[in-house]
Nanobody
Framework: QVQLVESGGGLVQVGGSLRLSCAAS????????MGWYRQAPGKERELVAT???????NYADFVKGRFTISRDNAKNLVYLQMNSLKPEDTANYYC????????????WGQGTQVTVSS
């Protein structure tokens, strides 16, 4: 089984920064994509950023220039550095691990709350 554990959420003022971390454990295929999604109350879960094991990041338009995703393949860790935070960034942030063989395998963390106060 694969487990994902997020940390680093919290309360921050507008313009502040937070760094989220996610540790993956279990039997993990070496070629995979890790990422962050978020879900605000009353809204659907949306992609924030992903990064493949080869290192290619992908960002949602609303975080480009503010958030940076990175990973440590040797330790199965993924990070999300969030700068210039806005009230609309308030959400529960979920870590995701995905790989595809003959089907897609998706694993999720329990989520970490980020609240940006104005």
């Amino acid at each position: 089984q694969v487990q994902l554990v997020e940390s680093g959420g919290g309360l921050v003022q507008v313009g502040g920064s937070l760094r989220l971390s996610c540790a993956a454990s279990g039997i993990i295929r070496s070629s995979n994509t890790m990422g962050w999604y978020r879900q605000a109350p009353g809204k659907e879960r949306e992609l924030v950023a992903t990064i493949a094991s080869g290192g290619s990041p992908n960002y949602a338009d609303f975080v480009k220039g503010r958030f940076t995703i990175s990973r440590d393949n040797a330790k199965n860790l993924v990070y999300l550095q969030m700068n210039s935070l806005k009230p609309e960034d308030t959400a529960n942030y979920y870590c995701n691990l995905r790989w595809t063989t003959w089907r897609a395998y998706d694993y999720w963390g329990q989520g970490t709350q980020v609240t940006v106060s104005s």
